[in-house]
């Protein structure tokens, strides 16, 4: 009996809310006269369609179709929704459930469990989208054939639905199933929510100084490079960084400290985009010298950003020159992987035509700087459009 109190003093709070609202607005709208469509009205509230969250996607629908300023009224509506009290609803609503922050063109942002941590829905890779991914890995084969090629992948939450416990996308069998030739092949794994959380970010996408870590860790080990340097110590400002999953869904209630590894790295020298620079903001991040910024990207401040090629110099003419075809997971560990090579190429072909006039060609390339492996570390953003839009001369 107390559990139905509960439930109706819940639903009485939540219509004291939509019809403090409604009072702000017209009358419901039925049909766009602009768009030619019909609109999306309220819907009357039901524990059952409350639980499986239709009647949420309902009002929240509606919002956009019938209100003035609609996208502030949906801002609101899911802080009421993450901070209003259940009342015993806590574990049917969140427990096991993903709830909503935003719905980009790109991805569905979500928490898990009402979570802190931030994360994509899971996306199904089928027909068109599947056939895409085939034809994009298949085109690696190319590198295979003309340098000693290495590939590691990250995972990412899209590819696992935590709501059933199930990966849903195996890109390292895609992978594997579609490249031929003489190739090496890892990647960076997790099989449940918790595991997730020990290499990601709470408010990004990116892996976190954990996650970035391990990840060199096995890339040096795939590249047979050496023994990986180890951290000597961590740090931070002590200011609040939002990632990218935050900035993206304007969600900023969940607040994380941007902490990173130090380490001792042997000097080298710096190209980016073909001029002498440095890669990355650590001295002005340390000494805090920059005005903070909640939507900054801290994560390509400090590391270095998605240029188009940086290049590593160690001055070590007895070790081996390295390709790297990457996207922005590379950032926090492209000086890391450097510090074994001598010269150490990093190239984002997402800019590399619009920064130097031409497409990347990777026959020219190789042969011009003397490149003794190819790395590319990729994530599933990478595999599923990158190599489509960039006009690789493979």
């Known amino acids: 009996m107390k559990k139905r109190e509960n439930i109706i003093f819940f639903v009485l709070v939540l219509a004291i809310f939509v019809f403090g609202v409604l009072a702000f607005v017209k009358p419901e709208k039925l049909v766009s006269g602009s768009e030619n469509r019909s609109l999306t009205t309220f819907s009357h509230f039901a524990i059952d369609a409350f639980l499986d969250g239709t009647f949420q996607d309902n009002f929240e629908n509606a919002i956009s179709d019938q209100f003035v300023f609609s996208e502030k009224i949906r801002v609101a509506y899911r802080k009421m929704l993450n901070s209003a009290p259940s009342f015993g609803l806590e574990e049917q609503v969140c427990k096991n459930h993903y709830l909503e922050l935003s719905n980009n063109s790109d991805h569905h942002r979500a928490t898990f469990n009402c979570d802190d941590y931030m994360v994509y829905y899971p996306e199904p890779l089928i027909g068109e989208d599947a056939e895409t991914v085939a034809e994009n890995i298949q085109k690696y084969n190319r590198i295979n054939s003309l340098t000693d090629a290495y590939y590691y992948f990250i995972e990412d939450s899209g590819v696992y639905d935590f709501e059933n416990d199930k990966k849903i996308v195996d890109y390292y069998s895609i992978l594997s199933s579609n490249l031929t030739g003489k190739y090496h092949l890892s990647g960076l794994f997790f099989d449940s929510y918790d595991e997730y959380k020990k290499y990601f970010y709470k408010t990004d996408h990116h892996w976190d100084y954990r996650g970035s870590y391990q990840g060199y860790q096995d890339i040096v080990k795939l590249l047979g490079a050496g023994t990986p340097l180890k951290p000597t110590g961590t740090g931070t400002n002590h200011e609040y960084f939002f990632g990218s999953m935050a900035r993206s869904a304007k969600n900023y209630d969940t607040k994380e400290e941007f902490v990173y590894y130090t380490f001792d790295i042997p000097s080298y020298s710096t190209l980016v985009d073909g001029a ?116 690789l001369e493979f």
């Open 276 to 391: 002498p620079s440095t890669y990355g903001h650590y001295d002005d991040y340390v000494n805090h010298n920059y005005e903070y910024d909640k939507d900054a990207n801290y994560y390509g401040y400090f590391y270095g950003g998605d240029d188009a090629e940086v290049i590593f110099n160690f001055h070590n003419p007895e070790k081996q020159n390295l390709l790297m075809i990457v996207n922005s997971y590379s950032n926090p560990i492209n000086k890391l992987i450097a510090s074994h090579f001598n010269k150490t190429y990093i190239v984002d072909l997402r800019s590399y035509e619009t920064v130097f006039g031409k497409k990347f060609d990777l026959d020219s390339y190789l042969k011009e700087n003397d490149i003794d492996k190819t790395l590319l570390i990729m994530s599933p953003t990478f595999i599923r459009n990158r190599i489509t839009n960039q006009g």
